[in-house]
């Protein structure tokens, strides 16, 4: 892993809240067209949710390599062994669910025989091949990994908030270049 440093670097910073948004609008999106029946504004938007899936894909892959490259903040010393482990070893799932999501939605689509065009202009390889019963299991697939998505985001949202408003240390300052580090 790379080295360790006081804060994020821009770029990382950046593509956390960036990948935060998308993200976020992706479940958006993905809960408002479970509801819609099939219109042309259900399959405009399906698009535009593939699209989010495999951006955050493709940003998902540069982030683990810059943060390789650039390391991360070393967490601070007073927290309990046990919370550093927890705070490691959800980053890993975040990360992991951030690959995982949007493959098992470009794994869904190919297996529903409905290839995905990246920005409507480049058309990316199926996975796998059409099979219905295959495209059912991937749906249920990937919602059940948003589902643990949005349980993993709540904790870390939690314990951003918990250490920044009641621990009072500096593990929110380090993501949030406007806050003042303590």
Request: aromatic share 8%; hydrophobic share 55%.
């Amino acid at each position: 892993m790379g080295k360790l440093t006081q804060r994020y670097n821009r770029l990382q910073i950046a593509l956390h809240w960036l990948m935060a948004l998308m993200i976020i609008g992706g479940l958006a999106m993905g809960l408002l067209l479970d509801d819609m029946p099939l219109s042309p504004l259900k399959l405009k938007m399906l698009s535009w949710h593939k699209w989010n899936g495999i951006t955050v894909l493709w940003l998902a892959l540069l982030r683990l390599g810059v943060r390789h490259i650039s390391g991360a903040p070393e967490l601070p010393a007073s927290m309990p062994d046990w919370q550093k482990l927890a705070a490691v070893w959800g980053h890993r799932l975040l990360y992991l669910l951030m690959l995982l999501i949007p493959l098992s939605g470009w794994l869904m689509s190919s297996a529903k025989g409905f290839p995905v065009k990246y920005f409507g202009v480049l058309p990316l390889p199926d996975l796998v091949g059409k099979n219905a019963e295959l495209a059912d299991l991937l749906h249920e697939v990937h919602e059940m990994l948003c589902t643990l998505l949005l349980l993993v985001l709540a904790g870390h949202v939690g314990a951003a908030l918990k250490h920044h408003y009641f621990k009072r240390d500096d593990i929110l300052t380090r993501m949030l270049p406007f806050l003042k580090q303590r």
